[in-house]
């Protein structure tokens, strides 16, 4: 490496080879906290999907309808309901 070369390297360049780098802005900061936390939703969302207690396509048709707005008050799906209300009743 002569005198020649030393100019031509950037800030940015020189801290690098001597194992330093310059401040990040908190701008950037933000960004890789808040890039840290979103992937975090998403692999706990995918954790908590495979370790749910319902089998995989029930879980599905639960979501679908709670997405969709088929939940009544109780929590119970209004499809519940119906297939209740089919059943004969003990007298």
Avoid: C, H, W
Wanted: no cysteine; glycine share 12%.
């Amino acid at each position: 490496m002569n005198l020649k070369s030393l100019k031509d390297i950037d800030k940015d360049e020189l801290l690098r080879r001597i194992g330093l780098e310059t401040k990040r802005s908190p701008g950037e900061t933000l960004l890789s906290v808040l890039t840290i936390f979103g992937i975090g939703i998403v692999v706990g969302a995918g954790v908590g999907m495979l370790l749910a207690p319902k089998a995989g396509r029930q879980l599905r048709e639960d979501l679908r309808q709670r997405l969709e707005g088929g939940t009544n008050s109780t929590g119970e799906t209004y499809a519940d309901d119906r297939s209740s209300a089919d059943r004969p009743r003990a007298s």
